[in-house]
């Protein structure tokens, strides 16, 4: 009887000292990311450390102090260094490129990267300047990720919008848009790709 208690007082000290190690033991530290503060699409800045070209466009990440961005934009050279300031663009969550094979959690699509890019030969014509403004008649529409993409009438032609998600009625007459041109944008949420497509800030209808 002595000798078994002898041998539960033995093993609970080992109990007691394999909790006290475990406790003392230095606990492993997890390195967070700082998270991108928002964003005034309107004065986007930062330092490109990295880029990538897929397509007729050139993909950025920035570093904005401490907290990075990734920004697109049409094909253009762009030196690590290279400050960017006052870009004008669209957001988009969870961005996949077909072309990369890679999903952006978020994502600035730019109209320029400054300085006009060169003209891309191989590039297809936009069947509306966006500058002077998109505008048609709805055809017809479809929701995907936070976004209301709808074909519109054009004077005749068709052409394809995408803006944050609205009701937008078959028929309704929107009116002039600026929005960001994409050409072979492929939407991972439809499982779709639009050979043109234009990204606006939000939906206006025709007075």
């Known amino acids: 009887m002595t000798r078994c208690l002898l041998i539960v007082a033995l093993l609970a000290g080992c109990q007691h000292r394999d909790n006290e190690v475990r406790a003392s033991a230095p606990q492993p530290s997890v ?39 990734w920004v697109a934009g049409p094909q253009a050279t762009l030196p690590v260094g290279t400050k960017l300031d006052k870009l004008e663009g669209q957001l988009m969550a969870d961005f996949y490129s077909k072309t990369l094979d890679r999903t952006f959690a978020q994502i600035y699509f730019v109209t320029a990267f400054g300085a006009a890019p060169a003209a891309n030969p191989h590039a297809a014509a936009p069947v509306a300047d966006a ?13 995907a990720g936070g976004y209301t993409y709808a074909e519109l009438d054009q004077n005749g032609s068709k052409v394809w919008v995408a803006g944050p998600t609205t009701k937008l009625a078959v028929g309704a007459k929107l009116g002039k848009m600026s929005g960001s041109l994409m050409t072979a944008f492929h939407s991972n949420t439809l499982g779709r790709t639009f050979d043109q497509i234009y990204f606006v800030g939000s939906y206006t209808l025709a007075n």
């Open 31 to 69: 390195e967070t990311k700082p998270a991108a503060e928002p964003v005034d699409p309107g004065a986007i800045s930062g330092t490109v450390v990295e880029t990538m070209d897929a397509s007729t466009y050139t993909y950025a990440r920035l570093d904005r102090g401490g907290s990075e961005i």
């Open 131 to 143: 500058g002077e403004g998109v505008f048609g008649t709805v055809v017809q529409t479809m929701e």
